[in-house]
């Protein structure tokens, strides 16, 4: 069966700008969750959502937002970009929210 | 200090050795506790996970978990250069895999 989908899988933005990050889960799946990878503090969570409510936070800020829509399918946001917003941002699905989660591919986001 | 603590590396080894990787954790509520493999450019595999303290073996991986010293190990039996990677420890504070807390990663070369 398919996977974890992102998109896009690479992104170049400018400081300033915002920027909008896909997630589609695996089929059936109704648990979505975000992280950002950076070489140096590694992955970190950024939030959760299950049947389109936010289940749980991490300690960014407010710039960063998502949302889940009624096929399970993800979005998340970042405004106002920073230079160390450039990261790996990894989106990850599970059946429900205490069973496995399957990473996808990740989208690699540089800001310059 | 970071709530989970892991060795960067690289931890080089020739193939057939065993191989230990180890994190350490300062909260004492962690009760979950996962091993990951990242190969570059890919998102995380789950390998394996247990509950609370103890021993799991599944085929060539082995992971441990000591509570009482907040340590966890994963071993590597016969490893492979198939085996090279970034291995990360995981863990949460709720049941499954919510909100996970992740060590930056260990990167393990397996030379033929």
């Known amino acids: 069966k398919a996977g974890v989908t992102q998109t896009p899988r690479y992104l170049i933005k400018t400081r300033g700008q915002q920027v909008t990050l896909s997630c589609s889960p695996i089929?059936?799946?109704?648990?979505v969750s975000w992280y950002q990878q950076t070489p140096g503090q590694g992955l970190q969570f950024l939030f959760e959502y299950f049947s389109e409510t936010q289940r749980n936070k991490g300690n960014f800020p407010g710039r960063f937002s998502g949302r889940q829509f009624s096929n399970s399918r993800s979005e998340m946001n970042v405004s106002t970009l920073e230079l160390g917003d450039s990261a790996l941002y990894l989106c990850?699905?599970?059946?429900?929210?205490?069973?496995?989660?399957?990473f996808g591919q990740g989208t690699r986001l540089t800001v310059v | 200090q970071k709530e989970v603590e892991q060795d960067p590396g690289p931890l080089s080894v020739p193939e057939g050795a065993i191989v230990s990787l180890n994190c350490t954790y300062s909260n004492s509520a962690f009760q979950y506790f996962m091993w990951y493999r990242q190969y570059s450019r890919k998102g995380p595999e789950l390998l394996m996970y247990?509950?609370?303290?103890g021993n799991k073996e599944d085929g060539r991986f082995t992971a441990q978990v000591d509570k009482s010293s907040k340590y966890i190990s994963l071993f590597i039996r016969d490893s492979q250069p198939s085996d090279s990677a970034t291995y990360l420890c995981?863990?949460?504070?709720?049941?499954?895999?919510?909100?996970?807390?992740f060590g930056t990663g260990t990167r393990l070369l397996v030379s033929p």
């Open positions: 995981a863990m949460t504070l709720n049941t499954g895999f919510q909100k996970l807390v």
């Open positions: 089929s059936g799946h109704r648990s």
């Open positions: 990850a699905s599970s059946l429900k929210m205490d069973t496995e989660a399957f």
């Open positions: 247990t509950y609370s303290s």
